[in-house]
């Protein structure tokens, strides 16, 4: 479409249409149309079939100056208004000089596309093209073009209609655009995200309702297998990068070979909740789930559940997007830990000690037998060979201690070197058998540990039913009290100095 030659006889008489009387259709055509001569396109054709060429695009592609020598051989021979007007042309004559701003950039992608459709031996072609107004505006266009009958051994006069979908390629590209921003956010999205198909789930559920069931909870408790073959029925459809990552798999592949050990265990019964809050019609869920990774590894997770719109009647696109939280939930249960655990000795500390001594006397549990114990010689021990050993002494506290009662009876650190144990139900013959547990735990504790020894002065009550439990709790503080002045009666410690 490089050169222009006049047109010197109507192209539709040289079709053999009569026009007398009728208006020139080619000219008031609404589509823009380009009479063209592709004569000396067909005799270089034929000069590179005598030469051996089969493969046109590759023998284009290999000097990007036959393609060009190609575009060089096309003439336009006339336009029509309606390509004036599309390309801001004033006329013909501008159009012509100036087709080398008209056609630039992607044309040549497109041209070898009509050239080899027409090595191929067909009288038709057609491609998508981008084309330049003269004023500048990118026109992205449908290119149909067909050789005129009676031509078909030389390609004189080809017509091409050219339809302007520059509106319908910027809406394409668009689209193009936002779900390439939107699969973007889903592949680099630092959480985790599945995509689901649940349409399976709800048809379950609907024929659970066709069947009359009205109070699910109720159903689901009893048929536990229902939620069972609802998990069975949940179809990943894609996952994302963080998740890979998250749940320590490989591979697409890999996660979703081995979904059971990701869901597992306590994920049951979330699943069921979920089934539940479905029934309700919640279509937007928000809990707190456990999932494991690949290598067993337990992951707290915030659950976000939604069902996408345009699915609400089939759910068959819904999104989770799973939050890790376990570094949260590891810190939430380590304060929790603090607020009632002594960290140096790892027993329960005093505001565990105090809630259970009212939760004792609200719940009434007789007997209640109660130990206070205190440590000796802890302030000598301090003061002689550092807090450091003091310490020490502290740990092999809790380490006997612990070992002595029973996960129903946690020892409690009450105060600098005195500590508690309260055993609702035990009698006080229970409670001498617990002082004799502590003593022989003392001596092998003694026998393991090099340094200063461990000594425990404790002191033992019982309180029956009608009792009071802070009377009881001072009648051991009293016993330990007299224990530990008969320790150091028979000890060469000077008392003053603990």
């Known amino acids: 479409m490089n050169d222009v030659a006049p047109m010197h006889v109507d192209p539709l008489e040289m079709s053999g249409v009569v026009v007398n009387d009728l208006p020139d259709l080619f000219d008031i055509s609404p589509t823009a149309l380009w009479l063209e001569d ?11 079939r005598s030469e051996g060429v089969t493969d046109l695009r590759s023998f284009l592609l290999q000097d990007p100056a036959r393609l060009a020598a190609c575009s060089a051989s096309i003439r336009v021979v006339r336009v ?4 004036l007007s599309l390309y801001a042309a004033a006329s013909f004559e501008e159009l012509s000089a100036r087709l080398n701003e008209i056609l630039r950039d992607d044309t040549y992608d497109a041209l070898l596309d009509e050239l080899e459709q027409l090595w191929q031996g067909r009288s038709a072609f057609q491609s998508k093209s981008v084309n330049y107004a003269l004023d500048g505006r990118r026109l992205d266009i449908l290119l ?30 668009r689209v193009a655009a936002s779900e390439q921003y939107a699969r973007g956010i889903f592949t680099q999205a630092p959480v985790s ?20 069931i009205q109070d699910f909870r109720t159903f689901v408790d009893v048929h536990p297998e229902f ?7 949940i179809r990943v459809r894609d996952v994302n990068r963080y998740t890979l990552f998250m749940f320590n798999a490989s591979d697409k592949r890999e996660l979703l070979a081995r979904l059971p050990e990701v869901f597992r265990d306590d994920m049951r019964m979330s699943f069921r909740q979920q089934l539940v809050d479905l029934w309700d019609g919640r279509l937007f869920q928000q809990r707190e789930v456990t999932n494991y990774a690949l290598d067993g590894k337990a992951l707290h997770v915030h659950l976000q559940f939604s069902v ?29 830990y603090l607020g009632k655990h002594d960290v140096l000795t790892g027993l329960k500390n005093r505001s565990y000690y105090v809630d259970e001594v009212n939760r004792l006397e609200r719940k009434e549990l007789w007997p209640v037998t109660a130990i206070i114990i205190d440590l000796n010689n802890l302030k000598n021990t301090n003061d002689q060979l550092g807090h ?10 809790g380490e006997v201690l612990s070992k002595a009662v029973d996960k129903c009876f946690p020892a409690a650190r009450i105060g600098g070197d005195e500590f ?36 425990l002065s404790m002191g033992m009550a019982t309180c029956s039913k009608g009792g009071r439990l802070e009377d009881t709790l001072r009648e051991a503080d009293l016993a330990m009290y007299e224990n530990k002045r008969r320790y150091y009666e028979t000890s060469d410690i000077d008392r003053r100095r603990i």
């Open 308 to 336: 996408f719109p345009g699915h609400e009647q089939d759910w068959g696109l819904v999104l989770l997007a799973l939050t890790d939280i376990t570094a949260r939930k590891k810190a939430e249960s380590y304060l929790e």
């Open 144 to 173: 149909k073009g067909v050789v005129l009958p009676g031509y078909e051994a030389n390609w004189q006069r080809v017509l091409v209609t050219v339809d302007d979908i520059t509106e319908l390629e910027d809406v394409r590209r």
């Open 420 to 455: 508690a144990v309260l055993m609702p139900g035990v009698d006080a013959d229970g409670g001498r058998e617990m002082l004799e547990s502590i003593r022989k735990l003392i001596d092998l504790n003694n026998q393991f540990y090099t340094g200063p020894a461990l000594s």
């Open 38 to 48: 592709y004569s000396r396109l067909h005799i270089l054709f034929a000069q590179w």
């Open 193 to 212: 995200l599945w995509v689901e198909d649940f349409s399976a789930i709800k048809h379950l559920l609907d024929d659970v309702r066709q069947q009359g």
């Open 227 to 233: 939620v069972d073959r609802c998990m069975l029925e």
């Open 80 to 83: 029509n208004q309606r390509t």
């Open 388 to 397: 450091t050993a003091g310490d020490a002494l502290l740990r092999r506290t």
